[in-house]
């Protein structure tokens, strides 16, 4: 049994700097941001790999990874791999510059590496000199603007906190399947020993607000790794999940009347 999952994210920490009012994966509205230790991350590599014959991205989310103080060496670990992934990619919101010790280990694996910088418009000279830095070290990037006019793809949607809908299956496999995380081939995440088929099934039960199904999730840690393997291609073949019942159904939405600005500060964020 061949498994390949076409995006895999680890989010080191979910501590962000700042506090954006659409925020995709409801960082700032909740108390709760989990940050993996050096060592809690190697063994979730080491047991993604394990289960996934081969990644295509292994993504490396937040919060915001460059916060994370041991962030260069756990790139170090995700490169040990590095026959096993296609690209890492590093996401940042622009608001903060690499250290040294990260820019020397993405420079010196660049032809494995991609930089997403979303630029909310809070720093500018941090953001004019993190693309210094990027463009001397020979790194690859893309650069999406998301402050002012001419946003890209007319900045974010308004996912909504979590609300149960109270659908049929059916309603919840058309949603499920109309999701742009689904259609490009599932975006997964791992933390605190689970993986979920969305950062929005993460986000919404490790913070109380979605039930934990068996179903729905797999422990990386418990169990085989043949038993592990095959929960994995179970999930992978899932007509959809409890979550999609707790989403408003607009995630990655091509419809941009439904679009907003992108990365406004509130300070005013609910919390948990």
């Avoid at 913070?207 to 840690?221: A, C, K, M, S, T």
Wanted: hydrophobic letters at 35%; a negative charge; glycine letters at 8%.
């Amino acid at each position: 049994m061949n498994i390949r999952l076409e995006n895999l994210n680890l989010t080191p920490t979910m501590r962000c700097n700042l506090k954006c009012r659409l925020c995709g994966v409801l960082v700032p509205q909740y108390d709760y941001r989990p940050q993996m230790t050096l060592d809690e991350f190697a063994a979730t590599l080491k047991a993604i790999f394990e289960l996934a014959n081969s990644i295509g991205k292994l993504q490396i989310t937040g919060g915001e990874p460059l916060l994370h103080t041991e962030l260069a060496d756990m790139l170090e670990e995700c490169f040990e791999y590095k026959p096993q992934f296609d690209k890492l990619w590093l996401f940042t919101n622009c608001a903060v510059l690499m250290k040294s010790a990260v820019l020397d280990v993405l420079a010196s694996h660049k032809d494995k590496v991609y930089i997403h910088m979303s630029d909310y418009g809070a720093r500018r000279e941090i953001t004019e000199g993190l693309l210094r830095q990027l463009d001397g070290a020979g790194i690859e990037y893309r650069y999406l603007k998301y402050f002012g006019d001419e946003q890209y793809f007319n900045g974010w949607v308004d996912q909504g906190d979590f609300v149960k809908h109270e659908r049929s299956n059916e309603e919840n496999e058309a949603i499920f399947y109309s999701c742009s995380h689904v259609k490009r081939g599932g975006s997964w995440y791992v933390r605190g020993g689970q993986m979920h088929l969305c950062g929005r099934s993460i986000r919404g039960t490790e913070v109380g607000r979605i039930p934990l199904r068996d179903e729905d999730y797999l422990d990386i840690f418990n169990g085989t790794v043949v038993e592990r393997r095959e929960k994995l291609h179970r999930l992978t073949q899932s007509e959809y999940i409890l979550a999609c019942d707790y989403c408003n159904g607009e995630y990655g939405t091509e419809d941009l009347t439904k679009r907003h600005p992108a990365g406004e500060q509130d300070v005013t964020c609910r919390k948990s």
